[in-house]
Nanobody
């Protein structure tokens, strides 16, 4: 069984910063893509940013220049540095990973961590 454990959410004022972490554990061959999604109340889950094992990234336009994704392949961990946070960034943030066992793979999700941007 694969687990993704997130940490780092919380309450922050507009303009502030937070850093999210997501660590994958369990039995698998490797992890390909990892990423962060978010879901605000009454809205669909949306991609924030993802990153390949080689380091290629894909950011949503709404977070470009403010958020930075990084990963430590040796630790099977992905990070999301969020700067210049805005109230519209308020959402539950979910970690995602594409996990491989040989040629087979599956999507895994973290439990979600709440990020609230408010004064």
């Amino acid at each position: 069984q694969v687990q993704l454990v997130e940490s780092g959410g919380g309450l922050v004022q507009p303009g502030g910063s937070l850093r999210l972490s997501c660590a994958a554990s369990g039995m698998f061959s490797r992890i390909n893509g990892m990423g962060w999604y978010r879901q605000a109340p009454g809205k669909q889950r949306e991609l924030v940013v993802d990153i390949t094992s080689g380091g290629n990234t894909n950011y949503a336009d709404s977070v470009k220049g403010r958020f930075t994704i990084s990963r430590d392949n040796a630790k099977n961990t992905v990070y999301l540095q969020m700067n210049s946070l805005k109230p519209e960034d308020t959402a539950v943030y979910y970690c995602n990973a594409v996990v491989f066992w040989g040629p087979k793979y599956a999507d895994y999700w973290g439990q979600g961590t709440q990020v609230t941007v408010s004064s």
